[in-house]
């Protein structure tokens, strides 16, 4: 029998709306919604269902708040009796499933995370830094372009998201010239992001310094189960392990490639994408054809999912 991977998104897959089908009928996410709520000082719940779309993008907004549907979505496969054998996130991702694990507490995660989310955008004034979407180039190619690039403005490869599809972040400067010597290199595409910060990347060190002295306030258990690592795609269970990585993961790649590719050495046959949107799902796809990819964002996809697994 295959084992079980639950995945968890990042930035990037927030909604308007997203949670709102949950919280009008299970208990469970009610209780989550109000939690973050309390612990953040301010109504999340609301931007979530109410907010504009420009709100929701903030991204000491988008982080707790994708966090809340994610682990909304964890506690409703639980009380179906599916339960992860293993799990891991991409970027923010990586701080449901440690919730999933029982290493950090829900509600210390949304502050952490809410925390994170200011630091990212403080650590470089919004027009400073990008970040780009490579499609279609090797990772030879574009950490090469990146380094030519980088005499103009610093940039490097941040994302290695699936065969193919690889994300770049940096100086502005850096960024334009690598997209720019990509293009001409024969990439598919080669486009700008609309994000407020070249998460990431060594520019993100200033938050990855100040995340280290907020982790340090907070209780981290071991893992329940083992979690895959962004900054290394190895598996870790230790608490100590998990704070070191989750400080150098602010300002290093994710090394999300990797990451799948561990969670199906270690058995798991399928996959559970658990929150708003279907990204990871998609990588999946690029990445191995044969994983069997299942996503939970709203009461009908959880049908869907559950219908499948009893299939």
């Known amino acids: 029998m295959g084992k079980t991977a639950f995945i968890f998104p990042g930035q990037g897959a927030q909604a308007v709306g997203m949670g709102k089908d949950f919280y009008d009928n299970f208990d469970i996410a009610r209780k989550l919604f109000e939690e ?10 609301k931007i979530c269902f109410e907010g504009s779309a420009e709100d929701l993008k903030l991204t000491a907004n ?14 409703l496969l639980k009380a179906e009796g599916i339960n992860a054998d293993i799990s891991g996130g991409h970027s923010l991702g990586e701080y449901s499933a440690l919730v999933a694990a029982g290493t950090i507490k829900f509600r210390d995660a949304v502050v952490l995370v809410h925390k994170r989310g200011q630091y990212m955008q403080e650590a470089v004034p919004v027009g400073e830094g990008a970040m780009a979407a490579i499609i279609g180039l090797d990772d030879d190619t574009i950490i090469n372009a990146c380094a030519e690039a980088s005499e103009v403005g610093e940039v490097q490869a941040v994302n290695f998201n699936c065969p193919g599809q690889t994300v770049i972040a940096g100086k502005t400067a850096g960024v334009e010239a690598a997209v720019e010597k990509l293009k001409a290199a024969g990439a598919k595409k080669a486009v700008i992001l609309p994000v407020s910060a070249p998460f990431h990347s060594t520019l993100m060190a200033p938050a990855a310094k100040k995340l280290a002295a907020e982790l340090d306030k907070v209780e981290i258990k071991d893992a329940a189960f083992p979690i895959v690592a962004n900054v290394n795609g190895e598996t870790e269970t230790s608490a100590a ?15 999300w490639i990797a990451c799948v590719e561990t969670m199906k050495n270690f058995g798991a046959t399928t996959f559970i994408e658990c929150g708003p949107g279907k990204t990871l799902c998609g990588f999946n796809r690029r990445i191995d054809k ?17 219908d499948a697994l009893k299939a």
């Open 36 to 45: 973050a709520d309390d612990a953040l000082g301010y109504s999340i719940k």
């Open 241 to 255: 392990d998990i704070k070191n990585n989750l400080v150098a993961q602010a300002d290093h790649p994710v090394k």
């Open 62 to 75: 988008t982080q707790p708040a994708i966090l809340t549907v994610s682990v909304i979505v964890n506690e």
């Open 290 to 306: 044969s994983i069997v990819s299942l996503n939970v964002e709203n009461i009908d996809s959880l049908k869907k999912t559950l």
